[in-house]
């Protein structure tokens, strides 16, 4: 028995996919230190869910990685997940996954196979399957480039910007009145392709790992 720890939010998770039956579990919170397999079990089965199926999605849990995301000032440009299915995926359950993606991007993207490895890839998105421990590795990832490039351009603005008022305050007076318009107007506009990413790069960011985790547990069967 694994004297491993796990928090609440690996608690719910592990009892998510411990059964699909949505059976209620009693409510309980985890200590500091955590819950170990053992009180998951005892937790589990007062809701009749077996004790191999806690142990199986325990480990499960185990053997993820965390999902990754990648940021440029702070917002959510990139986001990945990469996990290790121990097991291997036929041929069949690869076209299906494909089928999934497709249908949960909304586009037809190119396959590629080298090998052991096979992928699936559109832009920036990619799903990548290769060889791991005991099994295949499913990693997923994606870049928001379009978003990207406006939070890096509504920053370069707004600095600009504010080099252009200060320069109307301190500069020439026969160049004030220049600057400071145009300062204003270039600051303004940064400031809203700032805001729009600011809106925008979360909610995509949440999407696609939400996403992303669809299409792990689908691969885990």
Known sequence: ????????????????????????????????????????????????????????????????????????LGLPIGVGNSVELERHLTDAEWD?????????????????????????????????LEPGDGGHRLTLRTRNANLQAQVVGGSAALALGGLMLFGSVFGPAATTQGLLTGGAMIATAGAAFLAIALVRLPIWARRRQEQFRALIDRARG
Do not use: K
């Not at 200590?31 to 199926?53: T, V, Y």
């Not at 949960?104 to 490895?117: H, I, M, T």
């Open 1 to 72: 028995m694994t004297d491993r720890r796990y928090t609440d939010d690996e608690t719910a998770e592990i009892f998510r996919r411990a059964t699909e039956s949505g059976a209620s579990l009693p409510s309980r919170h985890a200590a500091e230190i955590g819950f170990s397999l053992r009180e998951l079990q005892d937790i589990g089965r007062e809701a009749g869910i077996a004790d191999e199926s806690v142990a199986l999605a325990a480990r499960s849990i185990d053997h993820r990685e965390p999902a990754r995301t990648a940021r440029v």
């Open 96 to 128: 299906a996954l494909v089928v999934a993606a497709r249908d949960a991007f909304n586009a037809s993207g190119r396959l590629r196979v080298e090998g052991s490895f096979r992928q699936w890839t559109n832009g920036n998105l990619q799903m990548l």
